[in-house]
């Protein structure tokens, strides 16, 4: 098989697949136990940990693989739409589309550039904030005149060239 042909398929494979955090436990009961309290009918193919276990971290981020990139789509959208009732078992759950290799060296790096950007906000104490999407969309937040963040829609990021390239 070519480079090509199989960076295509790791990549369309990529897109019927979720990173979640959830506690560490037994991940496939925890996760059919989600699926039911989001009333999704959709069942996840495979369930794996990502990286290695050790006692002192915070739990491994979870991928969990559909049969589909729809399906895979439809329980990130339910996950989202639960999030927002008073349910406080849905709530704490963080889910995000999973990244191809490309696309995670690309969110890392722009992670880096929006914490810059953060950090030159605080350090002239304005009322902005920065903040990366899972998307790959960079937002610009500002306090308005009660105090409360709202996004700015008309702000666009331009990304910075990278050094060394």
């Not at 697949?17 to 989600?34: A, G, H, I, R, Y």
């Not at 078992?89 to 990244?99: A, E, F, L, N, Q």
């Not at 950090?119 to 500002?142: C, D, P, Q």
Request: proline share 6%.
């Amino acid at each position: 098989m070519s480079l090509p042909l199989k960076t295509a398929m790791r990549d369309e494979k990529s897109k019927s697949e979720v990173v979640m955090q959830l506690p560490e436990k037994n991940d496939n009961d925890d996760l059919s136990t989600l699926c039911s309290k989001i009333c999704i009918s959709v069942r996840p193919t495979a369930v794996t940990r990502l990286g290695k276990k050790e006692a002192a971290k915070l739990p491994r981020p979870m991928k969990v693989t559909f049969n589909s990139p729809f399906d895979a789509r439809t329980f990130l959208a339910r996950v989202s739409e639960c999030k927002k009732t008073d349910d406080d078992d849905v709530k704490g759950i963080r889910c995000r589309p999973c990244r191809s290799p490309e696309d995670q060296a690309r969110h890392v790096a722009l992670s880096a550039q929006v914490h810059k950007l953060n950090e030159t906000a605080r350090a002239t104490e304005n009322e902005t904030s920065y903040s990366l999407r899972s998307n790959g969309e960079v937002w610009k937040f500002t306090k308005d005149a009660n105090g409360k963040w709202k996004r700015a829609t008309e702000w666009i990021f331009t990304p910075s060239p990278q050094s060394g390239n």
